[in-house]
């Protein structure tokens, strides 16, 4: 029986949260989600133009130029709640440089249900409400938190899924490493 709920217990923490919606599942199989490759290769990462908790809007257009950490969440998600404060950190850890850190959250009710929580959690980073047109943008989802890393030209530089050990401080080397290019 230790066994079965130690394994159960790693599951979650390498894989996350699971979506509670089949809709805002994409294959990540499917070349039409994908993010569309760059004349060098990489992945570009979507354009969006969403709803800020705090109000007014966010477009991709106004993280060019900066190292984003884009992290996919839902307010009921276990599993990424504990990662919120890691986050504030490395907000406050690169203020006044080019990174930016947006949380995405989706299936998580309306923006009245959602603020509240980001109050709540004390958030001080952008949170906007997502779609299914980003999720599809980035590729699709298959489960929270999932995270990317975006360099300053647009590209995805690392995608990051679940909440395993040791992710926090491997966001943090890469956004030094984007940094300094």
């Known amino acids: 029986m230790k066994n079965i709920t130690l394994t159960l217990a790693m599951a979650l923490a390498l894989f996350g949260c699971s979506s509670q919606q089949a809709s805002n599942v994409v294959s990540k199989d499917d070349p039409a989600k994908a993010p569309v490759a760059t004349m060098d290769g990489k992945k570009a990462a979507p354009e969006f133009d969403l709803v800020r908790v705090a109000g007014g809007d966010l477009k991709s257009s106004d993280l060019k130029g900066k190292v984003t950490v884009v992290d996919f ?3 009921w998600c276990g599993d990424c709640l ?3 404060p890691s986050y504030n950190a490395l907000q406050d850890k690169y203020a006044g440089k080019d990174v ?5 959250t989706l299936e998580s009710g309306s923006l009245a249900e959602i603020k509240p929580k980001v109050d709540e959690l004390k958030m001080k980073y952008n949170v906007v409400v997502g779609d299914d047109k980003v999720v599809e943008g980035f590729g699709g989802l298959i489960g929270y938190p999932t995270t990317f890393v975006i360099s300053k030209d647009g590209t995805i530089y690392k995608k990051y899924l679940g909440a395993p050990p040791g992710k926090q401080e491997k966001i943090d080397k890469d956004v030094a490493t984007l940094l300094a290019q």
């Not at 930016?100 to 995405?104: E, P, S, Y």
Request: glycine share 10%; charged share 10%.
């Open 73 to 75: 969440w839902a307010t």
């Open 82 to 84: 504990p990662e919120i």
């Open 100 to 104: 930016q850190v947006v949380g995405i």
